[in-house]
């Protein structure tokens, strides 16, 4: 058995439904899991103590990755309003929709450094497809990974010679930044591989190739606590280690877009996949932020006081983006959650569905030999 998943760890499908799951985050306070299912306009969120899911909001422009901020509010990127957002207290205000006076492509995939700057991707996905955005051209020629200070209100690019820059995520001591490049998804010519940049005073440098994808592309991916990354594939999670050799494969079956560690000890693997959400019990934890480098501001509660986007590198005042028309009804047993509305019945699924071993002895995980 694998020393990277929990003894008879059993891949879990939690919900099924989804058009494209993305975005996963776990919200500690809630003990719940937060996604996007991107075609569909809409926020799931699957409550772990009662194992039901449910509709959060609908009509949210075509959300992608979130993660959440030194004060643990949701920050999220935007494909149809072209922005990095954050929510508080129920309400969404645009962060930075633009560089130099020009529109974003479609923020797609989103981390926070110990430093409270905003580490974000803006791949063109959301501005090339009416499935997962809003046609339109690009304002910019490139498809970037930004660095955003927001207490300087100046958005800078941190990494300019990708293709399609996707997921991204640091590693514990946040000196290396990893990004993948799934340019490969509009022209098979293109790359589908992640890359490792060294990190030095807020640029990226050096960067090379970390590892190769040849099933599928590497949409997301999380770094845990021993520097492992975690990353998605066409038939499952592969796992590589700090060297960037292969080390696992957890089979899923079907495509997966993204995942995030989770659950009341965080050692849950919650798996975002085309049509359906899974899980599996792992034997590790997700990377922890190092100490703050600079106090962030409380921003809980004091959503007026939030700055708002950016044009030409200067900070204008904080915009309120459009709410959906869903009920402020709360979820039972849920407090501090605002707008969550139940789905239908055919959308709720309260009951999860083990799967069987998917590998031989090794269980649902294939260890790769050295």
Known sequence: MSLLLAPNALLERLYTGTEWGEGPVWLPGARALRWSDIPNNRILQFHADGGRTVVYREDVEFTNGRTLDLDGAVVQCSHGRRALEREVGGEVT??????????????????????????????????????????????????????????????????????????????????ILYVSDTGWVVNSSDPRHIRAYDVVDGACVNGRVFAEIDEGWPD???????????????????????????????????????????????????????????????????????????????????????????????????RRARRSGLDTAHENGHDGLPAIRRGDDANVMPQSRKFPRLVGDDGPVRQERR
Request: charged share 25%; hydrophobic share 35%; net charge neutral.
């Open 220 to 318: 997301g991916f999380r770094v845990d606590e021993a520097g492992r990354v975690w990353s998605s594939s066409g038939d499952g999670i592969r796992v590589f280690a700090p060297d960037g050799e292969l080390v696992a494969r957890i089979p899923v079956p079907e495509r997966v877009a993204n995942l995030c560690f989770g659950g009341p000890d965080g050692r849950d693997l919650y798996i975002a996949a085309a049509s359906s959400l899974y899980r599996i019990k792992t034997a590790t934890r997700a990377a922890q932020r190092p100490p703050r480098i600079l106090g962030a501001r409380h921003r809980r509660g004091v959503a007026e006081c939030l700055p708002g986007g950016i044009a030409d590198g200067r900070q204008r005042g904080g």
């Open 94 to 175: 645009i962060l930075v929709d633009r560089w130099q006076g020009r529109r974003l492509n479609s923020p797609n995939d989103v981390v926070v450094a110990a430093d409270g700057s905003i580490w974000f991707t803006d791949p063109p996905y959301g501005i090339i497809s009416a499935r997962e955005g809003r046609v339109a051209d690009a304002e910019y020629d490139g498809c970037y990974v930004f660095r955003f200070d927001e207490h300087r209100g100046e958005l800078t690019p941190a990494v300019t010679d990708m293709v399609h820059p996707n997921g991204l995520a640091f590693t514990p001591d946040e000196r």
